[in-house]
């Protein structure tokens, strides 16, 4: 039995409102009767869409606030309210690169790291694709889009511009698909 | 050329300090004119360390204070101010599972999600390990560890008790290098 392991939520506050996300303080108790105090951050839920196109997936490439490098990318992004995820899945990949998915399956999903967030990310491979040329992007959006080979994605992920750890989880869940 | 997609950083300020992160405002200027504001966490980096032992990988089992839920996970943490990765993956595994590694490679870093955070997450394999049976813990670090197939765990990545996106990072990075 992992009972001993769990936690309980005493009392929180929001510590910090931002446009991306909340800073809320929980005070918790352990099973085994430990008082402690952790900061964790509420958030919609992300997206990330694994697109598929004649050997090669869709990416997008864009400026990284934070890490403030360019980061290439499956394309992905916030999941509005009152939006399901698969939904958003198509709409993100719709926006930001122009492509029309007829079949959107779901690989998994899981905390962005359950130590800290609260909210849920999720992928998604879109395949038969419809390229229509156009994207839709945010005012602030700056952001490009290009295909390259599977293999060659997979073998490079990690270096260069691929930076962002959550393609990897993306990668693992497609190849853990693609196993079955 | 993607340097129209960059953006310059004109000002920032601290909006929250806590123990694991503080948040950053940043008042930035694209390269095509915008302005905006973006906030960003700065922490220190992380590490994870996949750890082989006869067909096995050694996982820690641990409550997550933000996503409320037990997550059974690669051994890994904070790499502590002045710290090298490489020793705190060794440190970490150490401390959680009591397993004391010969041989660790790097497989990769990359950003936990480079939109929103300024550290690093590096993973590690350990290999040619020798179990110590000894961990040894922070006082509210309340944490089991146990050895699974590694098959088991590559199919089962994303499912039930495997919630933590990063290790699906770890895996992606791993599989990459034993395809190499």
Redesign the interface.
């Known amino acids: 039995m992992?009972n001993?392991?769990?936690?309980d939520?005493i009392d929180k506050q929001t510590?910090?409102h931002?446009?991306?996300?909340d800073?809320i303080?929980?005070w918790?108790r352990?099973a085994?009767g430990?008082m402690?105090s952790?900061?964790?951050?509420d958030a919609p839920d992300w997206v990330q869409v694994i697109a598929e196109y004649k050997g090669s997936f869709v990416l997008v490439?864009?400026?990284?606030?934070?890490?403030?490098?360019?980061?290439l990318e499956f394309p992905g992004g916030v999941v509005d309210r009152g939006e399901d995820a698969m939904t958003a899945a198509r709409r993100e990949l719709l926006e930001e690169t122009g492509f029309q998915a007829e079949k959107i399956t779901h690989?998994?999903?899981?905390?962005?790291?359950?130590?800290?967030?609260?909210n849920q990310?999720h992928v998604y491979l879109a395949e038969e694709l419809t390229p229509t040329g156009e994207q839709r992007l945010d005012?602030?959006e700056?952001?490009?889009y290009e295909l390259k080979p599977v293999d060659e994605v997979?073998?490079s992920?990690?270096?260069g511009e691929?930076?962002?750890?959550?393609m990897?989880?993306?990668?693992?869940?497609y190849?853990?698909y693609k196993?079955k």
């Open positions: 992992s001993h392991l769990e936690w939520i510590l910090l931002s446009p991306v996300f800073v303080e929980q918790e352990s085994t430990i402690g952790y900061v964790a951050m490439r864009q400026w990284r606030h934070a890490a403030e490098c360019l980061s690989l998994g999903s899981v905390s962005p790291n359950p130590a800290l967030f609260k990310f005012d602030d700056l952001l490009t997979l073998s992920f990690g270096r691929f930076t962002h750890a959550l990897g989880t993306a990668i693992a869940l190849e853990q196993r």
